[in-house]
């Protein structure tokens, strides 16, 4: 989607420069006063604006200057796009794939910070939030190596070559901090003389399809990640599910069904926000639809049964099973 309106915007803002051109050719006669006078127009929001010293010259800005500044501005916003879908989609990868990201890195947490999650899910937020936080400041360079070692993705692989890609995301870079000015790396890497680099049309429109062709390919990729995951995951430890219908007689009852009610099943700390995937109901009547490891619900419902014979709670039905459903999703930017 983000591709398609950074292409939408630059077609529509480069057709109003030519009307724009046009209604200014046909309103000044050439030679006339009226062409050499400043050309201004007037904000709602600043007043009378001074855009122009003539006509002439507002013409050879429409012509030019203004669709290069429009093509520059938006190649850095689409590099940008870019890298933010690369890092959503490890995103993605690290809620199905938490397998692939184990590693020898140390991270560090006190004790107060420990005892204070709420559950893991938050220890893991933080986890990734550093590892995005990481690769923002690591660039594509970084980013591509990231993809290699973790999700076992290589660029090189891909249709466009890594060369494309790096010159894209190397010539963003001159146009930010330098203005576009080149400095002897990038002469010699990409063995050219130029002193500048800008955008013309074509490499603009080239970028674009360059990029839509990598994220279309990741995207296929990513997904089979993801979906080979949650099929091993079946087959090594099967979630269960339970469907319970209950009626909460007091106070007592009514706290088994807290979000921050933890328990233990065996060894593990276990809490409710964990394995409970729905609740819904009204007073006289609520089911409860858990999922999760066979032994945290089973001691879950045990709980459940000693509430009901203490009268804090009345147990109407029990129904449990092997979970067998799967969805995915990912992120995109086209």
Request: hydrophobic share 35%.
């Amino acid at each position: 989607m983000e591709l398609q309106r950074i292409r939408s915007l630059y077609i529509a803002s480069t057709y109003a420069f030519h009307i724009t051109s046009r209604h200014l050719h046909k309103n000044t006669k050439h030679g006339s006063n009226e062409a050499l006078n400043p050309v201004s127009i007037l904000h709602k929001n600043l007043g009378e604006i001074e855009i122009a010293p003539n006509a002439y010259a507002f013409w050879r800005r429409l012509d030019s200057q203004y669709p290069r500044y429009l093509r520059e501005s938006l190649f850095v916003r689409l590099i940008s796009a870019f890298e933010v879908f690369l890092i959503l989609s490890i995103q993605d990868v690290f809620l199905a794939r938490r397998d692939l990201f184990h590693s020898d890195k140390r991270f560090l947490l006190s004790d107060g910070e420990l005892l204070s999650a709420k559950n893991i899910t938050s220890l893991w937020s933080r986890i990734i939030k550093k590892e995005t936080r990481y690769l923002h400041s690591q660039g594509f360079a970084g980013i591509m190596k990231y993809y290699n070692r973790y999700l076992n993705i290589d660029f090189n692989s891909l249709s466009i070559s890594t060369r494309s890609l790096n010159e894209l995301h190397d010539r963003r870079h001159l146009l930010v901090h330098r203005l576009g000015k080149t400095d002897e790396c990038y002469r010699h890497t990409y063995n050219t003389n130029r002193k500048t680099v800008t955008v013309d049309e074509d490499f603009f429109l080239m970028a674009i399809n360059h990029i839509q062709c990598v994220v279309e390919e990741l995207q296929i990729l990513i997904v089979g990640l993801i979906e080979k995951k949650l099929t091993r995951s079946r087959a090594w430890k099967t979630p269960f599910k339970l469907e319970i219908e209950l009626v909460i007689c007091d106070d007592e009852g009514q706290s088994l069904l807290q979000d921050d009610f933890y328990f233990f099943a065996g060894e593990d700390l276990v809490s409710l926000n964990t394995i409970q995937s729905s609740i819904s109901g009204d007073d006289n009547k609520l089911k409860l639809i858990l999922e999760g490891e066979k032994s945290h619900l089973s001691e879950y419902k045990k709980l459940l049964k000693q509430s009901d014979k203490k009268g804090h709670l009345v147990l109407m039905q029990i129904q449990g099973g092997k979970v067998t459903e799967t969805r995915v999703k990912t992120s995109g930017i086209k």
